[in-house]
């Protein structure tokens, strides 16, 4: 009996060592070259504004502006997009990640600053459309374009309380009633 365990005690630890041997032979991933990560960084901030146009098209979609508000509309996402268009540029001008230089933290604090600085002169140069275009929805394109929260800044869909927001979603999506309504919600699958 002693024999047959370490028989097999042996074939085990023999077969871990190939497998160790075979694993240490196989040569490393080679690090991303530099014009492989300035692809990846133009890939990533293309995608932002693809993202940005895709959730406009989606929420135009769901407001469904009437033709008295589509010169509103159209002039709201044109400084959206412009918006879109400033940060790309930006993303672009940063500098490109990579796995052995960390930026220290007065680095990161200067790209904050700056990325900061510039989405709060994006906020404000298209304030005044969102407040013209607000003006001219109903209460429930209204309450649609409050649910779609901070659509510039990464929040998409997260309106003011995220956890109502959440739950709406569960319940049956935009058009559901808001936590506390007297409406009832849609039953849910189990």
């Known amino acids: 009996m002693h024999k047959r365990i370490l028989a097999g005690t042996a074939a085990i630890l023999l077969t871990g060592m190939v497998a160790a041997g075979a694993y240490a032979a ?15 960084q133009e890939n990533r901030c293309a995608d932002r504004t693809a993202r940005m146009t895709g959730r406009l ?15 509103a509309w159209a002039n709201w996402r044109d400084s959206v997009m412009a918006n879109a268009k400033a940060r790309e540029q930006q993303c672009l001008q940063m500098p490109a990640r990579t796995e052995k230089k960390r930026l220290s933290i007065v680095e990161r604090q200067a790209m904050l600053e700056t990325t900061l600085a510039a989405r ?5 140069a298209s304030r005044p459309a969102l407040e013209a275009l607000y003006k001219t929805l109903d209460d429930n394109q209204k309450k649609i374009l ?22 709406e979603q569960r319940r049956g999506g935009w058009n559901a009633p808001a936590r506390g309504s007297d409406a009832p919600a849609p039953a849910t699958q189990q």
């Open 26 to 40: 196989t040569p490393a991933p080679a690090a991303p070259n530099a014009a492989e990560m300035q692809k990846k």
């Open 57 to 71: 098209a989606y929420l135009e979609a769901k407001l469904k502006p009437t033709a008295e508000q589509r010169a």
């Open 120 to 124: 709060l002169e994006a906020l404000r």
């Open 146 to 167: 409050d649910r779609a929260g901070d659509l510039e800044n990464g929040r998409f869909g997260h309106g003011k309380d995220m956890r109502a927001h959440r739950f």
